[in-house]
């Protein structure tokens, strides 16, 4: 078992930064390929980006390509999100999840979740 829970979220005006962070216990994050996801207020639930266990690869989604930035400190089990320039469509509740398998864009791949953090940000 993997226990995630992020943090970082919060209010933020447009064009602002705010960085998550996603710490797992339980198990070591280095066998875990990392996603994070978000969902907005009724709509379903998008893939953001995903990083693979050394790194090496990384995916995004077209809406945030240039502006996030996802990366792991596997000695700190943590995973973060770097997030720049921030716009209101960026709000949801962003969570953080792991798959035991290859580094996927499909939220059914991933085995753990956390509990999500929101990201609010204001015109």
């Known amino acids: 078992q993997v226990q995630l829970v992020e943090s970082g979220g919060g209010l933020v005006q447009a064009g602002g930064s705010l960085r998550l962070s996603c710490v797992a216990s339980g198990r070591t994050l280095s066998n875990y390929a990392m996603g994070w996801f978000r969902q907005a207020p009724g709509k379903e639930r998008e893939f953001v980006s995903a990083?693979?266990?050394?790194?090496?690869?990384?995916y995004y989604a077209d809406s945030v390509k240039g502006r996030f930035t996802i990366s792991r400190d596997n000695a700190k089990n943590t995973v973060y999100l770097q997030m720049n320039n921030l716009k209101p469509e960026d709000t949801a509740v962003y969570s953080c999840?792991?798959?035991?398998?290859?580094?996927?864009?499909?939220?059914?791949?991933?085995?753990?979740w956390g509990q999500g953090t929101q990201v609010t940000v204001s015109s």
């Open positions: 999840a792991a798959d035991g398998g290859l580094t996927s864009k499909r939220a059914n791949s991933y085995d753990y």
């Open positions: 990083i693979s266990r050394s790194s090496s690869t990384t």
